[in-house]
C-alpha cells in the first residue's frame, strides 16, 4: 500500500458544464476512498508543463468553487507553482518529512514519461513508485482513457534537466554560508580546501547542508549533490565539469590521472592544470597532497583500513614514480576526521595501530580501543620520508572530531548510514 499518493491535475481545465466537474469530483472521491486510511500524504498537484502553461484564473475558480469539490479539496494538500520541478521538490521535502518512500502517482497516461522524467531527476532508489492512469484529463474529453503515452525526446529531456538545474539554483543556501577550511602550507598555485557542512541545498537532517556524495542509499539525488558542487566551484574558483571524486574501496590503490582508470580506489594523483580532484570524507580522512616544484597533486580517502595499508604513501609514491617529485618536496595536509575521542576498533583491529605505535591507540585493554588514525597517517608518512613540518594535520579547523562537532562536519559514526560527506580537493591553476 502506498504511503503517499500524488495526484497530477496538470492541464485539467474544466468548462462551467456541470458533467465535467462531476467526473472530477468522483474520480478524487474514489482516490479519497481507496487511499485516505492508510496514505500518510495525499497531494494534489497543479502546475504547468515545462513551457509553464497555466489554468487561467478564471478555470481555477470554477474548478475550486464547484459544488462539493471544495470540500473534497480540502482532503488534500494541493501543490501549485509555475514548474513542475518546483512543485516535485516541494512534494519531496513533504515526503521526506514524514519518512515515507513507497509513492503512488496518479498520472494522465500521455503524462506519465514526463513524470517519470521529472521523478528520475529529483528521487533515488530509496523511493518506490508506482503509476496509475488519471481518468480526467484535457479539456473536450470526459473521460479520455489514453493508452497512447508520449515518448519524451532528447531535447524534451534536456528541458527538464535545465528546468530542474534552474530551479536548484534559485534556492538558499540552508544552515549558513559556504566555508572552505585552507592550509597555508599549499602554494597558491594551487586551489584547494576542505569542505564543512554549511552553504549546500541539502536539507534532510543528516545530509543538511552541503552535501557533496549521492548514493542509490541516500535520499539526496545526484541534481542536489551538482548543485553544491556548483557553489563550490564558484566559491573556490574551479571548474565543477573537470571534477573528479576518488571511488572508495578502503583500500590503497592510486590512480594517476591519463593512464586507465581503475574499477575502484582511493588516491589520485594528477599534474593536469584546471582539473580538480577530490577525497571524500565522514570521519574518515581526505588527504591532499601538493608539490609545488614540479606542479603535481594528490588525493586520498584515509579510514582506518586505508591508513593501515600505506593510502597515504601510496599517493606519495605515485606522485614521485610518475612526475618525479621529490619526498622534500610534496606537502600532505590532513582534513578533518573523527579524533582519538570518538573512534573506537574492536581489539583485535586495534592492535594493528598498537603494533605501528602505542601512542595509537588510548585503552587497548578494553574490548573497544580507541584509535587515533591522524597520528598513525603521520608516523607512517615520517617513516616513508615526508619531513613532519611539511605535514599539517593540526591548527585551524583541521583537527576537528567529525564526530564532536554536528554544526560543522558530517559524520557516519555520529549519523549512521543516512550520513552526508565533506571532501578535500585540489587543483593546479590554470
Known sequence: MAEAVLIDLFGLKLNSQKSYHQTLLKTLNAVQYHHAAKAKFLCIIRCGNIG????????????????????????????????????????????????????????????????????????????NFEFEDLQVTLRGSLLKQSTEIDKITAQELEEIQNEVETYLRSLPALKGE??????????????????????????????????????????????????????????AGFDAKKFY??????????????????????????????????????????????????????????????????????????????????????????????????????RDSAAAFHNLDPACVRLFDSPDPYVDIRKATRILLERGGILPQNIQDQKQDLSLCTSCHPEKFFSHVRDGLNFGTQIGFISIRE
Not at 515515507?100 to 496518479?106: A, G, R
Not at 541539502?202 to 549533490?225: A, E, G, H, M, Q
Not at 582506518?304 to 604513501?313: I, N, P, Q, R, Y
Open 52 to 127: 509553464c502553461e497555466r489554468d487561467s484564473d478564471h478555470d481555477n475558480y470554477e474548478v475550486e468553487t464547484s459544488n462539493g469539490l471544495s470540500t473534497l479539496f480540502r482532503e488534500f494538500e494541493t501543490v501549485s507553482n509555475p514548474s513542475m520541478a518546483a512543485c516535485l521538490y516541494t512534494i519531496k521535502q513533504k515526503i521526506d518529512e514524514k519518512n515515507l518512500s513507497s509513492i503512488k502517482v496518479i498520472v494522465p497516461m500521455h503524462r506519465k514519461n514526463l513524470m517519470k522524467a521529472f521523478i528520475d531527476q529529483l528521487f533515488t532508489d530509496v523511493y
Open 178 to 235: 559556504l566555508t572552505i577550511i585552507t592550509s597555508p602550507l599549499i602554494s597558491d598555485i594551487f586551489i584547494h580546501g576542505f569542505t564543512t557542512r554549511t552553504g549546500g541545498i541539502s536539507y534532510i537532517p543528516t545530509l543538511s547542508s552541503f552535501n557533496l556524495f549521492s548514493s542509490s542509499k541516500r535520499r539526496d539525488p545526484k541534481v542536489v549533490v551538482q548543485e553544491n558542487l556548483r557553489r563550490l566551484g564558484t566559491a
Open 245 to 346: 571524486r576518488i571511488k572508495t574501496d578502503h583500500a590503497n590503490d592510486v590512480w594517476v590521472m591519463g593512464r586507465k582508470e581503475p574499477e575502484s580506489y582511493d588516491g589520485i594523483t594528477t599534474n593536469q592544470r584546471g582539473v580538480t580532484i577530490a577525497a571524500l570524507g565522514a570521519d574518515c580522512i581526505p588527504i591532499v597532497f601538493a608539490d609545488p616544484v614540479k606542479k603535481a597533486c594528490g588525493v586520498a580517502h584515509s579510514g582506518w583500513k586505508g591508513t593501515l595499508l600505506g593510502v597515504a604513501m601510496a599517493t606519495v609514491n605515485a606522485m614521485i614514480a610518475e612526475y618525479g617529485c621529490s619526498l622534500d618536496d610534496i606537502i600532505v595536509v590532513l582534513g578533518p576526521s573523527v579524533g582519538p575521542c570518538c573512534f573506537t576498533l574492536p
